[in-house]
């Protein structure tokens, strides 16, 4: 049997790295590509520096390139590879919403070609590999806002509890609203990797993410919400709420279960799919109910304060409609609940943020 490889893009983040773990211990070798970007765009305390060295440390058939994802390079690495890849993972991009009106250009340049580039190669050298592509619910822009929620003690929630009982399902609409530019560059490279599937019969899939997160996750206030919010509660450092009375909801899953859904998509892979993933009605919480579990769980006090502006294209209630895909995959379970993932990460960081 030949040595398969999966290429992973962003292989150093957290959802990358991840990846790398997993997908070795199956007997994969990993082709990992990540130049730091995240440090560029939030700065040093972003950086996943340690994490590259981590995996180059400990995972034995781990293979890195620091190289930019929107290159020629990333052709020279395709054509050494070629048919031996049986797996893309493309976690690669520019994530904050925020960050990409301050340079779109580059955000753009990131997120949709970066992602052609990627599809472009696969079809040319590994065509009969699977691309898995990290999307957003950004795709949806401001439209889970048009819902009318009722307010209750810590949180918004849908007034149409049937209608919204399950989340948030695929075929919400990406038309009429303000998506932020982040949202725009990502539904740009959600649709390029559903039609190269459809067009050119590769298989593809887009997953349209709640918040993804996990122990390992280097947030900044910029990006990463429930990470940085643990990290600012742990490291006594004040955090600011933006909106919404501090009760917006988000769907929370940890990057294992993530990357489970990776694999069962992978061993019964479809052709230009699109899924909702995310916690889902099991896993999700608001600013408020996320800052008091982890008051609970930790012991201590968080510094906050609540801005009376919101962020352009934020979501007031976002839950992810996980039953196409359950039905498309009924073996994939949600292991981690917020309690369990906020747990986690405090356990996992406590000595480094508190020093």
């Known amino acids: 049997m ?69 290159s020629s390079k990333i052709e020279e690495i395709f054509k050494i590879y070629g048919k031996q890849i049986d797996l893309i993972i493309h976690c690669a991009g520019q994530p904050s919403h925020d ?19 990627i599809l472009e190669n696969m079809k040319k050298y590994s065509y009969e590999s699977t691309l898995i592509f990290t999307s957003t619910n950004k795709v949806y822009g401001d439209n889970p806002n048009k819902i009318e929620y009722l307010e209750t003690e810590y949180r918004y929630t849908p007034k149409n509890q049937n209608k919204y009982k399950y989340g948030i399902n695929e075929n919400f609409s990406i038309d009429n609203t303000v998506h932020s530019l982040f949202g725009v560059s990502k539904l740009s490279a959600d ?10 019969d590769l298989r593809t899939v887009s997953f349209r993410g709640g918040c993804l997160t996990g122990s390992g996750h280097a947030g900044t206030e910029l990006h990463g919400f429930l990470s940085y919010l643990i990290k600012c509660l742990v490291s006594n450092k004040d955090y600011t709420i933006f909106g919404y009375k501090g009760k917006q909801v988000r769907d929370n899953i940890h990057s294992s279960d993530l990357v489970n859904c ?71 379970k949600i292991k981690f609940s917020i309690e369990d993932i906020i747990e986690e990460i405090i356990r996992e960081n406590f000595n480094e943020w508190s020093k």
């Open 2 to 70: 030949k040595k398969k490889y999966v290429l992973i893009t962003g292989s150093d983040g957290l959802v990358g790295s991840e990846s790398v773990l997993f997908f070795s211990k199956l007997g994969y070798s990993i082709i990992g590509i990540d130049n730091n970007s995240r440090k560029k765009f939030f700065g040093q305390e972003a950086s996943i520096l340690r994490r590259r060295k981590y995996l180059k440390n400990n995972v034995d058939n781990y293979i890195h390139f620091n190289v930019d994802i929107t």
């Open 99 to 117: 960050w990409a009106a301050s340079n779109p250009k580059l955000d753009f340049n990131v997120n949709s070609y970066g992602t052609l580039n």
């Open 191 to 200: 649709m390029l990797v559903q039609e190269y599937g459809k067009y050119f």
């Open 262 to 332: 990776f694999y069962e998509f992978h061993k019964n892979p479809k052709y230009g799919e699109v899924y909702n993933i995310g916690g889902g009605v099991e896993s999700n919480c608001s600013m408020i109910e996320a800052i008091k579990i982890g008051e609970e769980i930790s012991g201590k006090k968080l510094n906050y304060k609540i801005s009376p502006k919101n962020r352009i294209g934020d979501h007031i209630w976002y839950v992810s409609d996980l039953r196409k895909f359950k039905k498309d995959f009924p073996d994939w």
